[in-house]
């Protein structure tokens, strides 16, 4: 495994509370972000940041689809935790994030990390 940061040593991070709207592939969603003061952004699409999971086509699409659904067990339809490196879109568009579900009785679960754990994603540096 490569040696990459940890996730809360990146700089320049933004901290919101969001929630899951959809669940696209292995490392990709979108979700409605709390700007606070009742301010929000509806059908932001976001990218996890540091990871890489298989793509939905091709020779890995039996991966990918697998990578879709943990994804989708863990945060479809959730409220989450965002942390957003600013002014930083990927070259589709989309937010690179690190996503955090809050779990009872035990820390926040970092999604991105879970994926890598679990054999759905792989890490990667952009």
């Not at 919101?16 to 003061?37: E, K, M, Q």
């Not at 959730?78 to 070259?91: C, F, G, P, S």
Request: net charge positive; glycine share 8%; aromatic share 8%.
């Amino acid at each position: 495994m490569p040696d990459i940061p940890a996730p809360t040593a990146l700089p320049a991070l933004f901290h919101y509370r969001a929630h899951v709207t959809s669940v696209y592939d292995g490392d990709t969603c979108t979700v409605d972000i709390d700007l606070g003061l009742g301010v929000w952004v509806r059908g932001e699409k976001l990218r996890l940041h540091r990871i890489n999971a298989p793509e939905l086509r091709g020779r890995s699409s039996k991966r990918g689809h697998a990578a879709r659904d943990y994804l989708k067990s863990l945060i479809d339809g959730k409220d989450v935790l965002l942390q957003t490196i600013k002014d930083r879109r990927e070259k589709y568009g989309r937010y690179l994030a690190e996503i955090w579900l809050e779990q009872k009785d035990a820390p926040p679960l970092n999604v991105n990390d879970a994926l890598v754990t679990a054999g759905h994603a792989r890490y990667q540096t952009y």
